[in-house]
């Protein structure tokens, strides 16, 4: 009883705290709680002085507008796509790769894995031109190969992972490797179901990079129709559309996936990001 | 729900007693770190994803800097003009401009990080209730989607029916074109830039909060220390290491800035750039992107982000030099 009554007393001391909390989760939330209310007004209502702050006339239409003003349901395939074989193929490859790094050794290994390293320092518009000429020499571009295959690699991913592998205990391993499997047995059927945690770390930054990665599709797909959705909203809001309803519900559609899967899987997302950020 | 940050992957735990230390003992821990000795299968897992990334970044870093002493054709042939791309970026105003605005753009958006700071400290009070629900909604604003930020900020400040100047207009202020005035773009695409990357740092530095040990809370509480002497002299001193971490990052991200603010500078208009302020907000990336990718330039755009990539680096340089002053390893 008395430990109920300290803990309370001790959340009543909180209010300070919260009222400071709400006021930035407000001031943080407003703009995209507007990006909502404004999305479901017509244009007219939207430029109304003063403003109105719920629609007075709840206006559906601007998300159908959307599909009438860009191929939406292509570029939603497209960025589903390039965001699902992104994060499928770096999960795949990088694990295999970390997993050689942190428990084969071989002759080269150290000088390969600073090579790995060394891509990690380096800041992504320096791979861009070669990036993309590599692409047009392929004939890929205005493909979803371009959009998908330099994205499946990543030193981030591969240094991450390896981490995560050199943390786990070795005896399982051990056992299976004195039950004759081989390493990439061992690797597969032992490693890669321990290290769940940090895949999923992984999978989930992966997806949010994919999906909201704009400047490489405006570089190699310029055909709308091959576009993923962040290029295409941004050739919307720069073609001569300024209706700005539809082109937050355009927004708002677009990014909804991420929310949803942000929402749904926070805490490895947010345990993603604290990893990755505390020991990158 | 709690952030893990148990050093899982950083630092292997012993897994070996720590008992006995003997040379041949740790020896023999040391090869046992690798399970495996067969070098064909390392190269066999290693290779496809060593060979992606040889292929599409690292021989790509090199390339990037051969194009940089190269005029790039117009059907693709290059010549070697030695240092003339680097002699035309150092007298060139618009780059110099653009590295202005986003030298401004990096220092702004560092005035975040102690906003983050109390936000992290506030959450990490003990008995806090709803912190997932604060953590949450502070987080929104990372995920998502660039063009979804930046169309709603062009709205909200939008000089003549955005809410921002209406609700100024209530107080008697004249509002002006927040985004298209030069006098004010900087620090209009820098607010944008602070909402976007609050909740980023504010995560990094709640785990660093998180990581600092009790105990040390409660030898200062004995010793007598209140509140802020605790903040001050157990808090401050032990999360350096992650606010210097934050602080490097968040400068090389900043410095690297394209997305946002060409969503935002209205650059991406197929009739041409129409935003008068444009190339005061105009950042070095967006200037890379315009010479590499549209003017056809692309020796001097590979010079562009050279000298971006030198700059990061002696700028990182710098900060790890000068972290000896305030940065504090327990």
Known sequence: ??????????EGRRWPAHLLLTVGAVVTVFPLLWEVLTSLKSFGESTRVP??????????????TVFSSIPFAHEFVNTLLMTLLRTAAQLLLCSMAAYAFARIRFPGRGPIFLAFLAVLMVPGELFLLPQYQIMQDLGWLNSLQALVVPGMFSAFGTFLLRQFFMGLPVELEEAARLDGANPFTVYWRVALPLARP????????????????????????????????????????????????VLMAGSLLATLPVIVVFVAMQRHFIQGIAFSGMKG | MSIDTRPTAAV??????????????ARRRRERRF???????????????????????LWPVVETLYYSFNDWGAFGGTTWTGLSNYR??????????????????????????????????????????????YRTLYFLPVVTMPAAVAVVWRWLYNGDVGIINQALSVVGVHG????????????????VGVWMTVGYNMILLLAGLQSIPQDYYEAASLDGAGRVRQFFSVTLPLLSPTVFFTTVLSVIQSLQVFDLVYLILGANTGAGITNPAYTDGETVVMLFFQKAFYDNQRGYGAAIVCALFVLILALTAVQFRLQKRWVHYG
């Not at chain 2, 399970?35 to 496809?48: E, F, N, Q, S, V």
């Open chain 1, 1 to 10: 009883m008395a430990e109920t009554t300290r803990r309370g007393s001790r």
């Open chain 1, 51 to 64: 403003p109105t702050i719920l629609p007075r006339h709840w206006d559906w239409s601007n998300y159908a």
């Open chain 1, 198 to 245: 940090g895949l999923l770390a992984l999978g989930i930054l992966t997806f949010l990079w994919s999906w909201n990665d704009l400047m490489w599709p405006l570089v190699v797909n310029t055909d709308p129709a091959q576009m993923p959705l962040s290029a295409g909203l941004a050739s919307l809001q720069g073609s001569h559309l300024t209706d700005y309803p």
């Open chain 2, 12 to 25: 292997p735990a012993p897994r070996v007693p720590a008992a006995a230390p003997g040379d041949a003992r």
């Open chain 2, 35 to 57: 399970l495996h000795r067969d070098k064909w299968w390392g190269y066999a897992l290693i290779a496809p994803a060593g060979l992606g990334l040889a292929v599409f970044y």
């Open chain 2, 88 to 133: 035309t970026l150092v007298t060139d105003p618009e780059f110099w401009h653009s590295l202005g605005n986003t030298a401004i753009y990096t220092v702004l958006v560092l005035l975040g990080i102690p906003l983050s700071m109390l936000l992290a400290v506030l959450l990490n009070l003990k008995g806090m209730r709803g912190t997932g629900v």
């Open chain 2, 176 to 191: 002006t074109y927040w985004v298209s005035d030069p006098a004010t773009v900087h620090f209009a695409v820098a607010v």
